[in-house]
């Protein structure tokens, strides 16, 4: 009896035992089984976290944002990657920037170009923003084998604008006598050194400076980068566009009141 006891035990358990490697096995299989439908969801740009929680802007984040706004004409993708890469730098977003800097080498911006988005940027959106940014360039560069001795490169400087003079003579009368060091500086570094680099063109370091002051919020001093981007080759059609399309990583608020901006400097 008790050798039948014992049996029964052995038996039971090697049962168990089968039951329990069977739930393991089913549990690490059933992700592959079933993941046909997450994986399709993952695939919309919105992915699973908006699916789950805010249906209604995984909605608009696919169908407009993605689906409308991203392949709209009026923009090529190449500046729409430079609009919005400007913004999450001047807004210090660098978990959002990861994504859309890879987005923005993909589109056609150079590793020299982007380092000059950030260059730029740690004047007009400050020194802790660009820093910020970073480590995220330092992965997405690693990530794709990016020569970092290129950007090592000794750059060309453009030729300065006709009127740089003129706006010279303009801060120095406004801010020489209260402040002549930010005269100086803003003169000799910003006008006379950073505007004239040759990592970005003049007509893509307007359009980066208008994104960035839309960002910001910085909407009055826009007016005279309004004006050097059309002189630089920017329509005015595409400054619309762009800011039609950095409302959605700004906010619609100072996207409108960028727009008014662009209204009453380049016309309706």
Request: charge should be neutral.
């Amino acid at each position: 009896m008790k050798k039948l006891t014992r049996n029964l035990f052995v038996a039971a358990s090697l049962v168990l035992a089968g039951g329990v490697s069977t739930m393991a096995n089913a549990q690490s299989e059933t992700p592959a089984a079933s993941e046909a439908a997450p994986d399709q969801s993952r695939a919309r740009p919105s992915g699973p976290l908006q699916q789950k929680l805010v249906p209604g802007m995984a909605r608009y984040t696919d169908e407009v944002l993605f689906g409308e706004i991203w392949p709209g004409e009026g923009l090529s993708p190449r500046d729409r990657s430079l609009a919005v890469i400007s913004v999450l730098i001047a807004t210090n977003k660098p978990a959002q920037l990861r994504g859309h800097l890879g987005r923005a080498l993909n589109n056609g911006v150079t590793p020299m170009e982007a380092s000059g988005v950030l260059t730029h940027l740690a004047i007009y959106s400050g020194w802790p923003n660009a820093v910020s940014a970073l480590e995220v360039y330092d992965g997405v560069y690693t990530e794709r084998n990016i020569d970092f001795a290129a950007l090592q490169a000794e750059l060309q400087r453009l030729s300065p604008a006709s009127s740089d003079a003129q706006a010279a003579e303009a801060v120095t009368a406004q801010f020489g006598a209260v402040a002549p060091k930010f005269a100086d500086l803003t003169n000799r570094v910003v006008f006379g050194d950073l505007w004239t680099r040759s990592d970005l063109s003049v007509r893509d370091r307007s359009l980066v400076t208008i994104a960035a002051l839309t960002a910001t919020g910085d909407i009055d001093l826009l007016e005279p980068y309004l004006r050097r981007g059309v002189q630089a080759g920017l329509t005015r059609d595409e400054i619309a566009e762009a800011l039609t399309h950095i409302a959605f990583y700004a906010g619609w608020g100072k996207a409108t009141r960028a727009l008014t901006v662009v209204t009453q400097t380049l016309g309706g």
